[in-house]
């Protein structure tokens, strides 16, 4: 059982950024391919950016390219969402989600193929 908490989350004006983090407990996220999401009120859940357990296998929505970078840090059970160039539209409450990974290049881009999410943490973006 993985145990997953996010935080960073906050209010930040537009072109600003922030560094989400995303903290496991239970198990070693080391053979945990992660991934970010993030759910707009009224919307459904979105793809954000994923990795592989090695870190060196990285995928990124359209919405994010050029502007987000996931890494980890599985030595200290972590994983990162650092947002820059921030803009209204990506208000919403981000979710990590971690997979059991037996590759070193999987990742995984769709919400039902993630086993473990966290309570998510809320990023509003002023005009």
């Known amino acids: 059982q993985v145990q997953l908490v996010e935080s960073g989350g906050g209010l930040v004006q537009a072109g600003g950024s922030l560094r989400l983090s995303c903290a496991a407990s239970g198990r070693t996220l080391s053979t945990y391919a992660m991934g970010w999401f993030r759910q707009a009120p009224g919307k459904e859940r979105e793809f954000v950016a994923a990795?592989?357990?090695?870190?060196?296998?990285?995928y990124y929505a359209d919405s994010g390219k050029g502007r987000f970078t996931i890494s980890r840090d599985n030595a200290k059970n972590t994983v990162y969402l650092q947002m820059n160039s921030l803009k209204p539209e990506d208000t919403a409450v981000y979710y990590c989600?971690?997979?059991?990974?037996?590759?070193?290049?999987?990742?995984?881009?769709?919400?039902?193929?993630?086993?473990?999410w966290g309570q998510g943490t809320q990023v509003t973006v002023s005009s």
């Open positions: 990795i592989s357990w090695s870190g060196a296998y990285t």
């Open positions: 989600a971690a997979v059991r990974s037996y590759s070193l290049s999987y990742y995984a881009v769709s919400t039902n193929e993630y086993d473990y």
